[in-house]
Protein backbone atom coordinates (compact mmCIF):
# COMPACT_ATOMS: atom_id res chain seq x y z
CA UNK A 1 0.00 0.00 0.00
CA UNK A 2 0.82 3.12 -0.89
CA UNK A 3 1.80 5.84 1.39
CA UNK A 4 -0.67 8.51 2.58
CA UNK A 5 0.29 11.95 1.37
CA UNK A 6 -2.18 13.96 3.42
CA UNK A 7 0.21 13.01 6.16
CA UNK A 8 3.80 14.70 7.00
CA UNK A 9 6.11 12.69 8.04
CA UNK A 10 9.29 12.70 9.95
CA UNK A 11 12.25 10.25 10.06
CA UNK A 12 15.88 10.78 11.12
CA UNK A 13 18.05 11.49 8.12
CA UNK A 14 21.47 10.59 9.52
CA UNK A 15 23.08 6.71 10.28
CA UNK A 16 22.68 5.48 13.64
CA UNK A 17 25.55 6.31 16.52
CA UNK A 18 27.61 9.15 17.83
CA UNK A 19 28.59 11.69 15.92
CA UNK A 20 29.14 15.29 15.11
CA UNK A 21 26.40 16.60 13.46
CA UNK A 22 22.55 14.57 13.47
CA UNK A 23 19.88 15.50 10.72
CA UNK A 24 15.98 14.72 11.23
CA UNK A 25 13.72 15.37 8.39
CA UNK A 26 10.61 15.71 7.65
CA UNK A 27 7.84 16.29 4.43
CA UNK A 28 4.82 17.51 3.78
CA UNK A 29 2.00 19.46 4.39
CA UNK A 30 2.06 21.56 7.16
CA UNK A 31 5.77 20.58 8.47
CA UNK A 32 6.50 24.43 8.80
CA UNK A 33 4.13 25.08 11.48
CA UNK A 34 5.05 21.88 13.37
CA UNK A 35 9.03 23.06 13.09
CA UNK A 36 7.98 25.93 14.44
CA UNK A 37 6.34 24.54 17.84
CA UNK A 38 9.52 23.10 18.75
CA UNK A 39 12.17 25.67 17.12
CA UNK A 40 12.56 28.80 17.76
CA UNK A 41 15.30 30.95 15.86
CA UNK A 42 17.74 33.21 17.41
CA UNK A 43 16.74 36.61 17.37
CA UNK A 44 13.10 37.81 16.48
CA UNK A 45 11.55 36.24 13.11
CA UNK A 46 10.15 33.20 13.21
CA UNK A 47 11.50 30.40 10.76
CA UNK A 48 9.17 31.08 7.96
CA UNK A 49 10.05 34.76 8.21
CA UNK A 50 13.21 33.84 7.58
CA UNK A 51 14.51 33.27 3.60
CA UNK A 52 13.63 30.02 2.68
CA UNK A 53 16.68 27.14 2.05
CA UNK A 54 18.97 29.20 4.57
CA UNK A 55 19.65 27.44 7.48
CA UNK A 56 18.48 29.58 10.50
CA UNK A 57 20.49 29.10 14.03
CA UNK A 58 18.46 28.46 16.97
CA UNK A 59 17.42 26.11 20.05
CA UNK A 60 14.95 23.09 19.72
CA UNK A 61 12.19 23.20 22.49
CA UNK A 62 11.11 20.74 24.68
CA UNK A 63 8.11 21.23 26.48
CA UNK A 64 9.95 25.18 26.70
CA UNK A 65 12.97 24.10 27.58
CA UNK A 66 16.30 23.74 25.55
CA UNK A 67 16.84 20.63 23.93
CA UNK A 68 19.82 21.46 21.75
CA UNK A 69 21.07 24.48 20.26
CA UNK A 70 20.34 23.59 16.18
CA UNK A 71 20.30 24.81 12.24
CA UNK A 72 17.16 24.40 10.78
CA UNK A 73 16.55 25.06 7.05
CA UNK A 74 12.73 25.02 4.92
CA UNK A 75 12.22 24.35 1.78
CA UNK A 76 9.11 25.18 0.37
CA UNK A 77 7.58 22.51 -2.28
CA UNK A 78 7.60 21.89 -4.96
CA UNK A 79 10.87 23.23 -5.43
CA UNK A 80 12.82 20.29 -2.62
CA UNK A 81 13.92 16.68 -2.78
CA UNK A 82 10.41 15.14 -2.39
CA UNK A 83 8.75 18.17 -4.47
CA UNK A 84 6.75 18.48 -0.96
CA UNK A 85 7.67 21.06 1.95
CA UNK A 86 10.36 19.72 3.95
CA UNK A 87 11.75 20.78 7.00
CA UNK A 88 15.76 19.72 8.19
CA UNK A 89 16.88 20.17 11.34
CA UNK A 90 21.02 19.93 11.88
CA UNK A 91 21.46 19.17 15.89
CA UNK A 92 24.75 17.54 17.34
CA UNK A 93 24.68 13.76 17.03
CA UNK A 94 23.51 11.24 19.36
CA UNK A 95 21.59 8.38 19.36
CA UNK A 96 19.16 9.47 22.47
CA UNK A 97 19.79 13.74 21.50
CA UNK A 98 17.97 12.15 17.66
CA UNK A 99 15.59 10.08 18.69
CA UNK A 100 14.51 12.76 21.44
CA UNK A 101 14.44 15.26 18.82
CA UNK A 102 12.00 12.73 16.16
CA UNK A 103 9.47 12.11 19.35
CA UNK A 104 9.05 15.73 19.56
CA UNK A 105 7.85 16.12 15.84
CA UNK A 106 6.04 12.58 15.95
CA UNK A 107 3.85 14.25 18.96
CA UNK A 108 3.28 17.57 16.96
CA UNK A 109 1.37 15.53 14.33
CA UNK A 110 4.08 13.70 12.20
CA UNK A 111 4.00 10.74 11.20
CA UNK A 112 7.29 7.98 11.13
CA UNK A 113 8.04 7.60 7.84
CA UNK A 114 8.41 4.10 5.95
CA UNK A 115 11.90 2.49 5.08
CA UNK A 116 12.59 5.04 2.17
CA UNK A 117 9.61 7.04 1.97
CA UNK A 118 11.18 10.73 1.34
CA UNK A 119 12.48 8.73 -2.15
CA UNK A 120 9.03 7.10 -3.02
CA UNK A 121 7.51 10.62 -2.47
CA UNK A 122 10.58 12.19 -4.23
CA UNK A 123 9.69 9.44 -7.27
CA UNK A 124 5.64 9.98 -7.18
CA UNK A 125 5.95 13.16 -7.48
CA UNK A 126 7.52 13.38 -10.55
CA UNK A 127 10.78 14.51 -8.88
CA UNK A 128 13.25 11.55 -10.23
CA UNK A 129 12.69 8.58 -11.75
CA UNK A 130 12.77 5.19 -10.43
CA UNK A 131 16.45 4.33 -11.62
CA UNK A 132 17.46 7.46 -10.20
CA UNK A 133 15.88 6.34 -7.05
CA UNK A 134 17.54 3.08 -6.88
CA UNK A 135 20.87 5.57 -6.96
CA UNK A 136 20.28 6.95 -3.90
CA UNK A 137 19.97 3.62 -2.29
CA UNK A 138 23.12 2.29 -4.02
CA UNK A 139 25.21 5.42 -3.09
CA UNK A 140 24.95 4.33 0.54
CA UNK A 141 25.71 0.75 0.10
CA UNK A 142 28.86 1.90 -2.75
CA UNK A 143 31.73 -0.38 -1.94
CA UNK A 144 34.46 1.48 -4.08
CA UNK A 145 35.47 4.43 -5.64
CA UNK A 146 33.78 2.75 -9.36
CA UNK A 147 30.74 1.48 -7.68
CA UNK A 148 30.12 5.41 -6.43
CA UNK A 149 30.56 6.68 -10.04
CA UNK A 150 28.53 4.33 -11.91
CA UNK A 151 25.78 5.02 -9.29
CA UNK A 152 26.59 8.59 -9.50
CA UNK A 153 26.23 8.73 -13.88
CA UNK A 154 22.69 7.20 -12.94
CA UNK A 155 21.94 9.73 -9.97
CA UNK A 156 22.44 12.21 -13.02
CA UNK A 157 19.65 10.40 -14.84
CA UNK A 158 22.08 9.21 -17.87
CA UNK A 159 19.82 5.88 -18.05
CA UNK A 160 16.45 7.26 -17.79
CA UNK A 161 17.89 9.65 -20.82
CA UNK A 162 19.01 6.69 -22.81
CA UNK A 163 15.58 4.40 -21.40
CA UNK A 164 12.78 7.18 -22.98
CA UNK A 165 15.07 7.72 -26.07
CA UNK A 166 14.62 4.14 -26.60
CA UNK A 167 10.63 4.35 -25.80
CA UNK A 168 10.46 7.12 -28.22
CA UNK A 169 11.70 5.70 -31.56
CA UNK A 170 9.28 2.35 -30.37
CA UNK A 171 6.53 4.82 -30.20
CA UNK A 172 7.22 6.11 -33.37
CA UNK A 173 7.40 3.30 -35.19
CA UNK A 174 3.96 2.16 -33.47
CA UNK A 175 2.17 5.13 -35.30
CA UNK A 176 3.63 3.72 -38.39
CA UNK A 177 2.27 0.54 -38.01
CA UNK A 178 -1.05 2.02 -36.71
CA UNK A 179 -1.46 3.73 -39.52
CA UNK A 180 -1.09 0.80 -41.89
CA UNK A 181 -3.00 -0.90 -40.01
CA UNK A 182 -6.08 1.75 -39.65
CA UNK A 183 -5.63 1.97 -43.18
CA UNK A 184 -5.30 -1.75 -44.08
CA UNK A 185 -6.01 -1.45 -47.99
CA UNK A 186 -2.64 1.36 -48.53
CA UNK A 187 0.63 -0.86 -47.69
CA UNK A 188 3.61 0.96 -45.93
CA UNK A 189 5.68 2.69 -48.88
CA UNK A 190 9.35 1.05 -49.10
CA UNK A 191 10.79 4.44 -47.71
CA UNK A 192 8.71 3.91 -44.59
CA UNK A 193 9.10 0.39 -44.16
CA UNK A 194 12.85 1.03 -44.23
CA UNK A 195 12.57 3.77 -42.01
CA UNK A 196 10.82 1.67 -39.10
CA UNK A 197 13.21 -1.05 -39.72
CA UNK A 198 16.24 1.06 -39.07
CA UNK A 199 14.95 2.20 -35.67
CA UNK A 200 14.61 -1.00 -34.41
CA UNK A 201 17.36 -2.41 -35.09
CA UNK A 202 18.95 0.44 -33.31
CA UNK A 203 16.68 0.08 -30.62
CA UNK A 204 17.97 -3.27 -30.54
CA UNK A 205 21.40 -2.77 -30.59
CA UNK A 206 21.54 -0.74 -28.27
CA UNK A 207 19.08 -2.98 -25.25
CA UNK A 208 22.01 -5.65 -26.10
CA UNK A 209 25.04 -3.61 -25.44
CA UNK A 210 23.08 -2.23 -22.38
CA UNK A 211 22.24 -6.52 -21.07
CA UNK A 212 25.67 -6.92 -22.06
CA UNK A 213 27.24 -4.53 -20.21
CA UNK A 214 25.05 -5.55 -16.79
CA UNK A 215 27.60 -8.36 -15.42
CA UNK A 216 29.77 -6.01 -15.26
CA UNK A 217 27.93 -3.84 -13.19
CA UNK A 218 27.29 -6.66 -11.04
CA UNK A 219 31.20 -7.44 -10.57
CA UNK A 220 31.51 -3.63 -9.68
CA UNK A 221 28.72 -3.32 -7.15
CA UNK A 222 28.75 -7.30 -5.35
CA UNK A 223 32.52 -7.29 -6.19
CA UNK A 224 34.62 -9.17 -8.63
CA UNK A 225 34.61 -12.66 -7.32
CA UNK A 226 38.73 -14.20 -7.87
CA UNK A 227 38.60 -17.51 -6.83
CA UNK A 228 42.38 -19.45 -5.63
CA UNK A 229 42.62 -22.73 -6.83
CA UNK A 230 44.91 -26.03 -7.17
CA UNK A 231 46.02 -28.62 -5.80
CA UNK A 232 46.78 -28.89 -2.00
CA UNK A 233 49.68 -27.38 -1.04
CA UNK A 234 50.61 -25.10 -3.75
CA UNK A 235 50.93 -21.89 -1.72
CA UNK A 236 46.58 -20.45 -2.68
CA UNK A 237 46.52 -19.64 1.38
CA UNK A 238 50.13 -17.60 1.48
CA UNK A 239 49.04 -16.00 -1.76
CA UNK A 240 45.99 -14.77 -0.03
CA UNK A 241 47.89 -13.56 2.74
CA UNK A 242 50.54 -11.98 0.49
CA UNK A 243 47.53 -10.16 -1.55
CA UNK A 244 45.66 -8.68 2.21
CA UNK A 245 49.36 -8.32 3.79
CA UNK A 246 47.98 -9.95 6.55
CA UNK A 247 47.93 -13.42 7.98
CA UNK A 248 44.09 -14.28 7.25
CA UNK A 249 44.35 -18.10 6.08
CA UNK A 250 46.34 -20.72 7.89
CA UNK A 251 49.94 -21.49 6.28
CA UNK A 252 51.28 -24.87 6.96
CA UNK A 253 53.68 -27.02 5.19
CA UNK A 254 51.00 -30.48 5.44
CA UNK A 255 48.58 -30.64 2.39
CA UNK A 256 45.41 -30.52 3.14
CA UNK A 257 45.26 -27.20 5.74
CA UNK A 258 42.80 -25.51 4.23
CA UNK A 259 39.21 -27.17 4.77
CA UNK A 260 36.97 -24.19 4.18
CA UNK A 261 36.89 -21.52 1.98
CA UNK A 262 38.31 -18.47 2.94
CA UNK A 263 36.80 -15.16 1.71
CA UNK A 264 38.67 -11.68 1.99
CA UNK A 265 38.28 -8.54 0.09
CA UNK A 266 40.34 -5.90 -1.41
CA UNK A 267 40.32 -2.94 -3.65
CA UNK A 268 41.91 -2.57 -7.22
CA UNK A 269 40.93 -0.21 -9.65
CA UNK A 270 38.17 1.15 -8.25
CA UNK A 271 36.55 -2.26 -7.94
CA UNK A 272 35.90 -4.30 -4.85
CA UNK A 273 37.92 -7.93 -5.61
CA UNK A 274 36.44 -11.06 -3.04
CA UNK A 275 39.06 -13.21 -3.20
CA UNK A 276 38.46 -17.18 -2.04
CA UNK A 277 40.87 -18.95 -0.81
CA UNK A 278 39.67 -22.60 -1.17
CA UNK A 279 40.59 -26.19 -0.07
CA UNK A 280 43.42 -28.17 -2.86
CA UNK A 281 41.08 -30.14 -5.27
CA UNK A 282 42.14 -33.74 -5.43
CA UNK A 283 40.72 -37.26 -5.50
CA UNK A 284 40.73 -37.95 -1.54
CA UNK A 285 38.93 -40.62 0.43
CA UNK A 286 39.11 -38.29 3.56
CA UNK A 287 35.17 -37.39 3.80
CA UNK A 288 35.91 -33.84 5.33
CA UNK A 289 38.38 -32.96 2.79
CA UNK A 290 35.54 -34.22 0.36
CA UNK A 291 32.98 -31.46 1.75
CA UNK A 292 35.64 -28.96 1.19
CA UNK A 293 36.41 -29.52 -2.15
CA UNK A 294 32.81 -29.33 -2.86
CA UNK A 295 32.61 -25.92 -1.62
CA UNK A 296 35.47 -25.49 -3.51
CA UNK A 297 34.11 -25.92 -7.12
CA UNK A 298 30.96 -24.70 -5.89
CA UNK A 299 32.94 -20.98 -5.47
CA UNK A 300 34.69 -22.03 -8.35
CA UNK A 301 31.30 -21.67 -10.41
CA UNK A 302 30.37 -18.62 -9.32
CA UNK A 303 33.37 -16.62 -9.71
CA UNK A 304 34.43 -14.36 -12.28
CA UNK A 305 38.20 -14.97 -12.36
CA UNK A 306 40.01 -17.95 -11.41
CA UNK A 307 43.61 -17.93 -10.12
CA UNK A 308 44.90 -21.36 -10.86
CA UNK A 309 48.31 -21.60 -8.65
CA UNK A 310 50.85 -24.23 -10.02
CA UNK A 311 53.60 -25.37 -7.76
CA UNK A 312 56.74 -24.66 -9.54
CA UNK A 313 58.82 -27.56 -7.60
CA UNK A 314 56.26 -30.31 -8.68
CA UNK A 315 53.29 -29.07 -11.09
CA UNK A 316 50.17 -30.72 -11.69
CA UNK A 317 48.67 -30.00 -14.59
CA UNK A 318 45.69 -32.48 -14.25
CA UNK A 319 42.09 -31.66 -14.01
CA UNK A 320 38.83 -33.33 -12.29
CA UNK A 321 35.78 -33.53 -14.26
CA UNK A 322 33.89 -31.08 -12.87
CA UNK A 323 37.20 -28.62 -12.38
CA UNK A 324 37.89 -28.55 -16.48
CA UNK A 325 34.32 -28.03 -17.13
CA UNK A 326 34.13 -25.18 -14.98
CA UNK A 327 37.45 -23.56 -15.96
CA UNK A 328 36.98 -23.87 -19.35
CA UNK A 329 34.10 -21.74 -18.94
CA UNK A 330 35.99 -18.94 -17.09
CA UNK A 331 39.17 -16.72 -17.66
CA UNK A 332 41.73 -18.29 -16.18
CA UNK A 333 45.14 -16.70 -14.80
CA UNK A 334 47.85 -19.59 -14.86
CA UNK A 335 50.20 -18.94 -11.44
CA UNK A 336 53.62 -20.42 -11.29
CA UNK A 337 54.33 -19.87 -7.44
CA UNK A 338 57.62 -21.13 -5.74
CA UNK A 339 59.92 -19.65 -8.48
CA UNK A 340 62.65 -19.46 -5.49
CA UNK A 341 62.74 -23.28 -5.66
CA UNK A 342 62.79 -24.39 -9.52
CA UNK A 343 62.11 -22.29 -12.45
CA UNK A 344 58.59 -22.01 -13.96
CA UNK A 345 57.21 -25.42 -15.71
CA UNK A 346 56.43 -25.82 -19.69
CA UNK A 347 52.60 -25.60 -19.98
CA UNK A 348 51.31 -29.28 -21.57
CA UNK A 349 48.09 -28.76 -23.77
CA UNK A 350 45.57 -27.24 -22.07
CA UNK A 351 41.53 -27.85 -22.57
CA UNK A 352 41.37 -24.24 -22.88
CA UNK A 353 43.26 -20.91 -23.39
CA UNK A 354 44.52 -18.98 -20.17
CA UNK A 355 44.20 -15.47 -20.20
CA UNK A 356 47.35 -14.78 -18.74
CA UNK A 357 50.29 -16.33 -16.62
CA UNK A 358 52.64 -15.48 -14.15
CA UNK A 359 55.80 -16.62 -12.22
CA UNK A 360 56.35 -15.52 -8.80
CA UNK A 361 57.31 -16.22 -5.32
CA UNK A 362 54.23 -16.02 -2.87
CA UNK A 363 57.17 -14.89 0.19
CA UNK A 364 58.44 -12.14 -1.80
CA UNK A 365 56.23 -8.95 -2.21
CA UNK A 366 57.66 -7.71 -5.55
CA UNK A 367 56.08 -10.46 -6.64
CA UNK A 368 52.94 -9.62 -5.60
CA UNK A 369 53.25 -6.72 -6.93
CA UNK A 370 53.65 -8.07 -9.80
CA UNK A 371 50.34 -9.98 -9.61
CA UNK A 372 48.40 -6.79 -8.44
CA UNK A 373 49.47 -5.25 -11.31
CA UNK A 374 48.31 -8.30 -13.68
CA UNK A 375 44.66 -8.46 -11.60
CA UNK A 376 44.09 -4.92 -12.08
CA UNK A 377 44.87 -4.69 -15.85
CA UNK A 378 42.64 -7.51 -16.23
CA UNK A 379 39.53 -6.00 -13.78
CA UNK A 380 40.01 -2.63 -15.70
CA UNK A 381 39.72 -4.54 -18.98
CA UNK A 382 36.26 -5.80 -18.08
CA UNK A 383 34.75 -2.46 -16.22
CA UNK A 384 36.29 0.46 -16.77
CA UNK A 385 34.20 1.44 -19.80
CA UNK A 386 31.25 1.11 -17.26
CA UNK A 387 32.23 5.02 -16.16
CA UNK A 388 31.71 5.96 -19.61
CA UNK A 389 28.46 4.40 -20.26
CA UNK A 390 24.91 4.13 -19.60
CA UNK A 391 24.61 1.00 -17.63
CA UNK A 392 22.16 -1.44 -15.84
CA UNK A 393 23.21 -1.27 -11.96
CA UNK A 394 20.51 -4.21 -10.74
CA UNK A 395 18.63 -7.45 -11.47
CA UNK A 396 15.17 -5.43 -11.78
CA UNK A 397 16.56 -3.22 -14.27
CA UNK A 398 17.95 -5.87 -16.34
CA UNK A 399 15.11 -8.36 -16.09
CA UNK A 400 12.57 -5.58 -17.68
CA UNK A 401 15.62 -4.98 -20.25
CA UNK A 402 15.81 -8.98 -20.98
CA UNK A 403 11.76 -8.73 -21.32
CA UNK A 404 11.74 -5.48 -23.77
CA UNK A 405 14.77 -7.28 -25.76
CA UNK A 406 12.46 -10.63 -26.32
CA UNK A 407 9.34 -8.47 -27.10
CA UNK A 408 11.53 -6.39 -29.74
CA UNK A 409 12.96 -9.82 -31.37
CA UNK A 410 9.45 -11.40 -31.41
CA UNK A 411 8.00 -8.23 -32.87
CA UNK A 412 10.80 -8.48 -35.66
CA UNK A 413 10.28 -11.90 -36.43
CA UNK A 414 6.92 -11.58 -36.80
CA UNK A 415 7.40 -8.40 -39.06
CA UNK A 416 9.93 -10.25 -41.44
CA UNK A 417 7.29 -13.71 -41.80
CA UNK A 418 4.12 -11.36 -42.86
CA UNK A 419 2.28 -12.24 -39.53
CA UNK A 420 0.91 -9.09 -39.86
CA UNK A 421 0.76 -5.82 -38.31
CA UNK A 422 -1.05 -6.18 -35.59
CA UNK A 423 0.39 -8.77 -33.89
CA UNK A 424 3.96 -6.67 -34.17
CA UNK A 425 2.23 -3.85 -32.63
CA UNK A 426 1.26 -6.14 -29.46
CA UNK A 427 5.01 -7.21 -28.95
CA UNK A 428 6.04 -3.50 -29.37
CA UNK A 429 3.57 -2.69 -26.78
CA UNK A 430 5.22 -5.08 -24.78
CA UNK A 431 8.82 -3.98 -25.25
CA UNK A 432 7.32 -0.31 -24.33
CA UNK A 433 5.50 -1.34 -20.93
CA UNK A 434 9.21 -3.32 -20.22
CA UNK A 435 10.95 -0.65 -20.82
CA UNK A 436 8.63 1.88 -18.88
CA UNK A 437 9.29 -0.59 -15.50
CA UNK A 438 12.85 0.13 -16.40
CA UNK A 439 12.12 4.15 -15.32
CA UNK A 440 9.29 3.27 -13.63
CA UNK A 441 6.20 4.54 -15.22
CA UNK A 442 4.71 0.98 -15.53
CA UNK A 443 6.67 -0.63 -12.85
CA UNK A 444 3.69 -2.29 -10.06
CA UNK A 445 2.62 -0.69 -6.95
CA UNK A 446 3.66 -3.80 -5.27
CA UNK A 447 7.23 -3.84 -6.58
CA UNK A 448 7.98 0.27 -5.84
CA UNK A 449 7.04 -1.30 -2.29
CA UNK A 450 9.47 -3.68 -1.84
CA UNK A 451 11.82 -1.69 -3.42
CA UNK A 452 11.86 1.56 -1.68
CA UNK A 453 11.13 -1.17 1.49
CA UNK A 454 14.75 -1.56 1.47
CA UNK A 455 16.25 1.86 1.98
CA UNK A 456 16.89 3.28 5.29
CA UNK A 457 14.41 5.38 7.05
CA UNK A 458 15.49 8.77 6.51
CA UNK A 459 16.28 8.15 2.69
Known sequence: MLADFSEPIAGIATAAGAAGVGIVRLSGPGVATLAERIFTPSGSKTL????????????????????????????????????????????????????????????????????????????????????????????????????????????????ETQIQALRRQITQVLATLDGSIEFSDQDLDFGQDQAMQAQLAEVTHALQALVARSANCRMISEGFQVAITGRPNVGKSSLLNGLLHQDRAIVAAQPGTTRDLIQASIELAGVPLELVDM???????????????????????????????????????????????????????????????????????????????????????????????????QVQGQTLALVEETSLTNLRQLEAAKAALLALTRGQEARQLGLGDELVALELQLCLRALGEIVGETTPEELLNQIFANFCIGK
Open 48 to 159: RQHPPRKLVHGWIKDNGKDLDEALCVFMPGPHSFTAEDVVEFQCHGGIYLLQRVLQLCLAQGARLARPGEFTQRAFLHGRIDLTRAEAIGSLTQAKSRLGLEVNVNQLKGEL
Open 279 to 377: AGIRETQDQIEQAGIAKSLEALAKADLVLWVIDCHSPDFSLLGEEQRIKAEKPVILVFNKVDLAPPPAVPPLPFAPVGEISLSASRPESLEALRDLLTR
